[in-house]
């Protein structure tokens, strides 16, 4: 069974495999390669911020191919910040928000769980968003009418309690905005069946491709993150804030498997 796509979803779908395979040139040339990373300062609780130039060079590439085809599009990314080409305020503010490499210490470590993440923003909401794999040859991509791993549909499993799911969080030494936040998901992580962290945006694909239950991270970019909501949702799940709210902006972020699911863990975040 192929992809079902509305002709204007289809269109975006083609762009962002045009856009993967940018990238993965420059990505892949310097993955498990002596790399220079540089510190961009302080994060989180931490003083060491890695960037690469696959990093720099790849969101530039990705920069390019979206200014010559949707030129009145604007651009947020990570590593050049925001971009704003419309024209006037009756252009819809299409944006495209673009993380090159999520997972950059990751990439650094020569470990596959980092990805290029490009979602297209429609003003309020990402519409479609890509995670690319292009080392595990994997192609996540999420849309309202579902989500996909290299063209197959994939669906979040059935899992309804936290004491049957799988959790995960990138890092809870180091990645946690506040010791608060990391308490919250030690209450959560504490009731489940299994944990495995240190996935970066990996962890998020394997909720949509029925292998993970659970993520919950703090501190997160816009970047970080939109990408990576329509391809949960598509696939079934829910992702929202540790509120309940929409988590398009980043911050306190969680997704579930389930709406039971999400609704206990939420319990648990805000105990």
Request: aromatic fraction near 8%.
């Amino acid at each position: 069974m192929g992809m079902l796509l509305t002709p204007q979803l289809k269109e975006y779908a083609d762009f962002l495999d045009k856009l993967a395979e940018a990238a993965a040139q420059i990505t892949l040339s310097m993955f498990k390669k002596p790399l220079n990373a540089i510190n961009k300062g302080k994060k989180l609780q931490l003083d060491f911020d890695p960037v690469t130039k696959a990093d720099q060079q790849t969101e530039s590439v990705i920069r390019t191919l979206i200014n010559q085809t949707y030129p009145s599009h604007n651009i947020l990314g990570e590593e050049h910040g925001k971009e704003h080409n419309h024209k006037n305020d009756t252009d819809t503010s299409w944006t495209w928000v673009i993380d090159p490499i999520d997972g950059t210490r990751a990439y650094i470590c020569g470990i596959p769980t980092w990805g290029t993440l490009i979602a297209l923003n429609d003003g309020i909401y990402p519409i479609i968003g890509m995670m690319d794999q292009p080392y595990l040859k994997e192609r996540y991509l999420g849309t309202t009418t579902g989500s996909y791993l290299n063209g197959v549909k994939i669906n979040c499993r059935p899992c309804y309690k936290l004491t049957d799911a799988t959790v995960s969080t990138t890092d809870p030494t180091q990645f946690f905005a506040t010791d608060d936040d990391l308490r919250a998901y030690n209450r959560v992580a504490s009731k489940a069946r299994l944990v495995r962290n240190g996935l970066d945006c990996y962890g998020y694909a394997m909720i949509a491709a029925g292998f993970v239950d659970v993520v919950i991270e703090s501190g997160l970019e816009a970047y970080d993150i939109q990408a990576l909501i329509p391809i949960i949702e598509g696939a079934g799940g829910v992702v929202t804030s540790w509120t309940g709210k929409s988590a398009a902006q980043g911050g306190q972020v969680v997704a579930c498997a389930s709406a039971e699911l999400h609704k206990e863990v939420l319990t648990l975040l805000n105990g």
